[in-house]
């Protein structure tokens, strides 16, 4: 029996234990990110973690994703575990100083609070309304719940700053409902700004007092990083018509080659007066406005989209989405916002911010010898920019410029090639059975570029060349090869997979990994005589993939579109979530938007130079930038062919069935009926065939893209036309599909 000794000290260690505990929950824990890369990094399971602390792995999956908190008394044993895993295991910088500007198009500037040439650390970037203090000698990265939401750090700091792995998977985001007022308000010209959920702001009738409200508590505008190495995104004010003209600007720019408004303009003037400063874009429908980053004031940056100058591109956004009322437009760009990004830019130009979003090029470490912040890159990031091997770079390229005159046309030998399909069967290889069915129709894949991106090995570094290797198809790059002996015999009713316009090749030629690994998969012989390689590589794109699909999948469940759906009541919801041309639901604008910014982030990857004063063989502002990397491009799109074409021969060898048209991601098929269940084979159980299309809301499986009678099509075919460009009735490829 215990003494009154012992009753009394337990007693009193039970009190202690009850304060740790409450200590406990006053301190943060880890980013929920941290949280899952100590378990990960002590290769323990989520179902340990559970068993020990007697939850459900349910529970420990929440606390990781960041949905709930662990609570009393399981918070106070967490926080231990996590404690002694940080130990032994480091911790990531998760509250490590943070950019000095933003990052113009085109330029060069610090990323992470630590400039790449010369690593002085700079203010942290903890969001608009507070600013994180450099730390100081000796300091460490710290723990904070909720990173890149503007918490204030808080909680144990570890001394052992962890280097990531190379290639690892970044940590992504889920997408959650908006923090504050959201990321971004529309003006009215009536004097208020609508926000998230309906929000309706009071904000100044100047623009510089406009920018100022913008980063203060009043307006709340805030929107998380993605990337715990990241920054927060900056607030995006959204002009309509009437507040364009209430805050002095014209409803027309002069500039219209430029889009830009004059510097001697008085509302420039009205900013520089007020130390603000734009970007090397200037103040065109997409101006950044910021100052200069100091230790007190952190970073102070606001986004403009301009809408009667054009910031919403009715290609990428659908043609009435400018026009919508002010709080309808609020909650669509918010929910653009919330599962893909603020919108930076066009499109286009999110899906690259997006990349450089999920995976930063640097993170803020500390210097042991110097006990100093420097810039450290991120293994697996695009950390800087590389020139293209030569057969990938554009004609216009230095690169170009120096080995060929500027009249001279580079042939498949010194070019690589690799594009989306543009291809139309020979007429005279319709067969009497094909010319008795009724109906063309139009099958088109699903997100087709952002599938090929999936799981994709691309160069994180320079091309290496290398004389006679042997093909790795592991290893991204481009290949000099010779496939038009045997790639000839291939069946000439099906395009041929190593050239964008179907016709098979006819000499040596450069292709990327994916296309000649194809090639070996389908038994042609794969001999190289010489290779552009990059060791450095890893799924770079993966983060970004998933983000995309997300938000896809999200917004077309919100119009009725699910994986459930059988394949008839899936054709059903997509020709009802279309719904009237003329009032168009806001869910579909948001597609719209989602759907442009892979296709131009691809595209982005090798933007060309603008501009009439540019002159072949000059250097231009997008070569500045890590994301300018062609290679990569070539990657996506050659993946993507190659998907399209495998699909393609197993409806051929399965079925018999071969396509009359093919324009990158549309394939054309004669039909007895008009829906594609009329001729999309399937198996003797009745499901869809194995490797074959099929339809399907996800990523790489199909819809239905248009029917038109066979006489139509078979005449778009004499006439040299291709029929998957006019197979809804319009021109595709000129509305940006």
């Given at each position: 029996m215990p003494n009154a000794h012992e009753n009394e000290q337990t007693t009193l260690f039970a009190a202690v234990d009850a304060l740790l505990e409450e200590a406990a929950a006053q301190d943060a824990l880890p980013h929920p990110d941290e949280r899952k890369r100590l378990r990960e990094a002590a290769g323990l399971s989520q179902d340990q973690i559970a068993q020990a602390l007697a939850v459900r792995r349910e529970t420990v999956t929440s606390w990781e994703t960041g949905r709930t908190a662990p609570r009393p008394p399981k918070r106070a044993a967490y926080a231990r575990l996590l404690n002694g895993l940080a130990d032994r295991h480091g911790i990531n910088a998760v509250n490590a100083p943070q950019g000095t500007e933003p990052t113009p198009r085109g330029e060069a500037a610090p990323v992470n609070g630590v400039n790449a040439v010369n690593p002085t650390p700079h203010a942290g970037d903890a969001g608009p309304q507070t600013a994180t203090p450099h730390p100081g000698p000796g300091a460490e990265p710290q723990f904070r719940e909720g990173a890149g939401r503007g918490t204030a750090p808080q909680g144990p700091t570890h001394p052992h700053p962890r280097t990531p792995r190379t290639g690892a998977p970044t940590k992504t985001a889920s997408p959650l409902p908006p923090e504050g007022n959201g990321p971004l308000a529309v003006l009215d010209g009536t004097g208020k700004a609508h926000a998230a959920r309906g929000a309706v702001l009071t904000p100044p009738t100047t623009l510089p007092a406009l920018i100022e409200w913008a980063l203060t508590p009043a307006a709340d505008l805030r929107s998380p990083r993605l990337h715990h190495n990241g920054k927060d995104g900056d607030p995006l004010l959204v002009l309509t018509p009437a507040a364009t003209e209430a805050l002095g600007l014209p409803l027309v720019l002069e500039d219209r080659r430029g889009l830009r408004l004059p510097d001697d303009h008085p509302v420039i003037k009205q900013l520089t007066k007020s130390k603000w400063q734009l970007t090397r874009r200037g103040f065109g429908p997409w101006p950044r406005i910021y100052r200069p980053a100091t230790p007190t004031t952190g970073r102070q940056c606001v986004q403009l989209a301009i809408l009667p100058w054009g910031a919403l591109d009715p290609r990428a956004w659908g043609e009435h989405t400018a026009d919508l009322p002010a709080p309808e437009l609020a909650e669509l760009l918010t929910s653009y916002a919330t599962r893909v990004l603020t919108p930076r830019g066009s499109t286009a130009v999110s899906g690259l911010e997006l990349m450089t979003a999920l995976r930063p090029p640097t993170r803020a470490a500390r210097d042991a010898s110097t006990n100093t912040w420097?810039?450290?890159?991120?293994?697996?990031?695009?950390?800087?920019?590389?020139?293209?091997?030569?057969?990938?770079?554009?004609?216009?390229?230095?690169?170009?410029?120096?080995?060929?005159?500027?009249?001279?046309?580079?042939?498949?030998?010194?070019?690589?090639?690799?594009?989306?399909?543009?291809?139309?069967?020979?007429?005279?290889?319709?067969?009497?059975?094909?010319?008795?069915?009724?109906?063309?129709?139009?099958?088109?894949?699903?997100?087709?570029?952002?599938?090929?991106?999936?799981?994709?090995?691309?160069?994180?570094?320079?091309?290496?060349?290398?004389?006679?290797?042997?093909?790795?198809?592991?290893?991204?790059?481009?290949?000099?090869?010779?496939?038009?002996?045997?790639?000839?015999?291939?069946?000439?009713?099906?395009?041929?997979?190593?050239?964008?316009?179907?016709?098979?090749?006819?000499?040596?030629?450069?292709?990327?990994?994916?296309?000649?690994?194809?090639?070996?998969?389908?038994?042609?012989?794969?001999?190289?005589?010489?290779?552009?390689?990059?060791?450095?590589?890893?799924?770079?794109?993966?983060?970004?993939?998933?983000?995309?699909?997300?938000?896809?999948?999200?917004?077309?469940?919100?119009?009725?579109?699910?994986?459930?759906?059988?394949?008839?009541?899936?054709?059903?919801?997509?020709?009802?979530?279309?719904?009237?041309?003329?009032?168009?639901?806001?869910?579909?604008?948001?597609?719209?938007?989602?759907?442009?910014?892979?296709?131009?982030?691809?595209?982005?990857?090798?933007?060309?130079?603008?501009?009439?004063?540019?002159?072949?063989?000059?250097?231009?502002?997008?070569?500045?930038?890590?994301?300018?990397?062609?290679?990569?491009?070539?990657?996506?799109?050659?993946?993507?062919?190659?998907?399209?074409?495998?699909?393609?021969?197993?409806?051929?060898?399965?079925?018999?069935?071969?396509?009359?048209?093919?324009?990158?991601?549309?394939?054309?098929?004669?039909?007895?009926?008009?829906?594609?269940?009329?001729?999309?084979?399937?198996?003797?159980?009745?499901?869809?065939?194995?490797?074959?299309?099929?339809?399907?809301?996800?990523?790489?499986?199909?819809?239905?893209?248009?029917?038109?009678?066979?006489?139509?099509?078979?005449?778009?075919?004499?006439?040299?036309?291709?029929?998957?460009?006019?197979?809804?009735?319009?021109?595709?490829?000129?509305d940006g599909e």
């Open positions: 420097v810039s450290a890159p991120v293994p697996g990031s695009l950390t800087r920019p590389v020139d293209p091997a030569p057969p990938e770079a554009p004609d216009e390229h230095p690169v170009v410029a120096a080995l060929y005159p500027r009249s001279h046309q580079r042939t498949p030998d010194q070019v690589l090639d690799e594009e989306a399909y543009d291809w139309i069967r020979d007429p005279q290889l319709l067969t009497d059975a094909e010319c008795t069915r009724t109906h063309a129709v139009g099958i088109d894949v699903n997100m087709a570029f952002a599938a090929a991106a999936n799981r994709l090995l691309v160069g994180t570094g320079p091309a290496v060349h290398t004389d006679g290797p042997r093909f790795d198809p592991k290893f991204p790059g481009c290949w000099l090869a010779d496939l038009s002996a045997e790639a000839a015999a291939l069946d000439p009713r099906l395009p041929s997979p190593f050239t964008p316009h179907g016709r098979p090749p006819t000499g040596p030629a450069w292709y990327a990994t994916p296309t000649l690994a194809y090639a070996q998969e389908l038994g042609l012989t794969v001999q190289p005589t010489e290779a552009w390689l990059r060791p450095d590589h890893g799924p770079y794109l993966d983060a970004w993939y998933t983000r995309l699909r997300d938000a896809y999948m999200a917004t077309m469940a919100e119009l009725g579109v699910h994986t459930s759906l059988t394949d008839a009541a899936f054709l059903q919801a997509m020709a009802e979530c279309k719904g009237d041309p003329d009032h168009p639901l806001p869910q579909t604008a948001v597609l719209s938007a989602i759907k442009s910014t892979v296709k131009g982030g691809i595209g982005k990857l090798r933007e060309r130079p603008q501009g009439a004063g540019y002159r072949p063989g000059e250097s231009w502002p997008a070569l500045e930038r890590p994301t300018w990397r062609p290679d990569i491009r070539a990657a996506v799109i050659s993946t993507a062919r190659v998907n399209m074409h495998r699909k393609m021969q197993k409806l051929a060898t399965a079925a018999g069935l071969y396509p009359i048209a093919v324009l990158s991601d549309c394939a054309v098929y004669l039909s007895d009926g008009p829906s594609p269940l009329d001729f999309l084979p399937r198996t003797p159980e009745g499901k869809p065939l194995p490797g074959g299309f099929r339809l399907g809301v996800s990523p790489g499986m199909v819809k239905h893209e248009g029917t038109q009678p066979l006489l139509w099509a078979v005449q778009l075919l004499d006439e040299r036309h291709n029929p998957a460009r006019h197979i809804k009735g319009h021109d595709a490829a000129a």
